[in-house]
């Protein structure tokens, strides 16, 4: 570095001025008041002084391509960064490696952001790299999020819209490359998940600047095929991994307003995992990958036929026991018939007549045993009137000859009638001669 | 009533529940149950064929 004064000799009154020039070059030291000589670490220590106190230079982004990329032992990387006609020195701390970004290599056009210094032992400057990108990448990071506020501020991505996917489709419409991987890999999943389904590929590039209008002109063709009366009940849209700029075909504003005005439902399955492209906002279901978009579409086979054996299974079961419970009542029935039927019917009566046979006989017995000693009774008292044993007595039972009947008064006698006289012994023929009913005999009251 | 081998996966699916669930509420008198039934193991039997002899099938979209 040169400092170059320019200064006009001043006369002074200090000094016979011609002929003293060591005077002058005090004054004009001690005009600019600088140290006289610098020693070569304190030049560099100036120099990293202006550097440091820099405000442009603290945060810087430049462009330009990388060369002599080398990673040391240390951890920390060491590269140039150089255009057409310039170059400087870059530097990555290790501590900052895992978040630069992606390490670049020769010949990478980058843009790398970071802090101007120096290394003042050697008198160098470099750039001290903190982040790392690809040329132009930037630059799609900020298109990818415009377009993607753009389509949402008009409602493109809104959830109330989003159909549901066929739980059993009959057909399964694909948009992407017929020679890619991801088709291999959607057909693999769906003929060992679901073969039933049919497949209408409608390919298309899904890579670089021709992409787009195929991708969109796919999805149109698929709805139009619908549309004419094809099964058809879904459109998958998928393509496999890559970077940002691969999968850029599905960040276009045109394949968003293709998906999002298909009749049919989108699931879309593009790139990897975490890979978020416009086109999966756009769509009805988005899908992680290729694969995960057909197991998505689709129930499992085995699924289903666990299903299929479990309804049967049951149908039998209820069949079983329908008629189980129909058996049941129709014994029931027979029991209450047999119950109700005429022989059952006859036989309850015959039941209730021997009962009251046999009620009959207790009874009937009974009132004989009764009438029996009545009979007893009566026997006995008879026997006590027995009028004979009056006549055992001495007493004799006077009688009409003519009638048998028995003479109690003597009133009741003619003169000159033929009276009978019982005795015990036996009987006398008698004639009334004379009566008298006037006589009295004395009774004994009891 | 379709023939069986007119429906599809899904129809033959669904009408196979709905039966199951019919004869299981018990409600149907005997000869109608047995229909059902008939009617179910045929679908149930077409359901697993479909599924046993499936084949992917893969066609182009003509330009």
């Not at chain 1, 016979?16 to 304190?42: C, I, K, M, W, Y």
């Not at chain 1, 459109?235 to 599905?250: Q, T």
């Not at chain 1, 756009?282 to 990958?289: G, K, S």
């Not at chain 2, 047995?34 to 099938?57: K, P």
Request: hydrophobic share 40%.
């Amino acid at each position: 570095m040169h400092i170059l004064i320019e200064a006009e000799i001043v006369y002074s009154p200090h000094s016979q001025a011609n002929g003293q020039p060591e005077r002058v070059n005090e004054l004009v030291d001690e005009l600019f008041a600088l140290p006289q000589t610098f020693t070569v670490t304190s030049l560099n220590e100036y120099i990293a002084d202006v550097f440091d106190m820099d405000e442009t230079l603290a945060d810087v982004w430049v462009e330009g391509e990388v060369s002599n990329f080398r990673k040391y032992e240390s951890g920390h990387c060491y590269f140039t960064l150089k255009d057409e006609d310039a170059q400087i020195k870059g530097v990555i701390w290790r501590s900052a490696s895992a978040r630069v970004g992606e390490l670049p290599d020769d010949g990478d056009k980058v843009r790398v952001h970071g802090r101007v210094s120096t290394y003042p032992q050697r008198g160098e400057y470099q750039i001290i790299v903190d982040r790392v990108r690809p040329l132009g990448v930037g630059d799609l990071y900020q298109r990818f999020e415009e377009l993607k506020q753009k389509l949402s501020d008009e409602g493109l991505f809104d959830v109330e819209r989003k159909r549901e996917l066929p739980a059993y489709p009959r057909a399964i419409g694909i948009v992407t490359s017929a020679d890619a991987a991801a088709f291999q890999d959607v057909q693999n999943v769906l003929r060992r998940r679901y073969p039933i389904v049919e497949i209408v590929l409608a390919p298309c590039l899904v890579q670089g600047d021709l992409a787009p209008p195929m991708i969109v002109d796919s999805i149109e063709r698929l709805n139009g095929y619908a549309l004419a009366g094809k099964t058809l009940d879904v459109i998958l849209v998928c393509r496999g991994g890559g970077s940002i700029e691969d999968l850029w075909a599905f960040n276009d504003e045109r394949v968003a307003r293709a998906i999002y005005a298909s009749r049919l439902p989108v699931i879309s399955g593009v790139g990897h995992e975490t890979d978020f492209t416009i086109a999966d906002f756009a769509a009805d279901v988005r899908a992680p990958t290729p694969s995960a978009a057909a197991e998505l579409l689709t129930p499992d086979i085995a699924d289903l036929l666990a299903d299929v054996k479990q309804l049967k299974d049951a149908l039998a079961l209820t069949m079983t026991r329908q008629i189980s419970a129909t058996r049941e009542r129709l014994d029931g029935q027979t029991r209450t018939l047999s119950r109700l039927s005429p022989q059952s019917q006859l036989d309850r009566l015959r039941l209730r007549l021997d009962e009251w046979n046999e009620r009959l006989v207790i009874q009937q017995k009974g009132r004989i045993a009764i009438l029996r000693e009545r009979m007893a009774g009566r026997i006995t008292a008879l026997n006590a009137a027995n009028p004979t044993a009056i006549l055992d007595r001495g007493y004799a039972l006077v009688l009409h000859s003519d009638t048998g009947e028995r003479v109690t008064r003597a009133a009741g006698t003619k003169p000159g009638e033929a009276i009978t006289l019982r005795l015990a012994d036996g009987e006398i023929a008698a004639r009334v001669e004379d009566k008298d009913t006037h006589a009295r005999y004395p009774r004994t009251l009891f | 009533m379709l023939d069986t081998q007119e429906l599809s996966f899904e129809q033959a699916y669904a009408e196979l529940d709905n039966i199951v669930r019919q004869l299981d509420d018990g409600l149907l008198p005997l000869d109608q149950s047995v229909t059902l039934f008939e009617r179910g193991r045929q679908l149930a039997a077409y359901c697993q064929s479909l599924l046993d002899s499936a084949e992917l099938r893969v066609q182009q979209l003509s330009e």
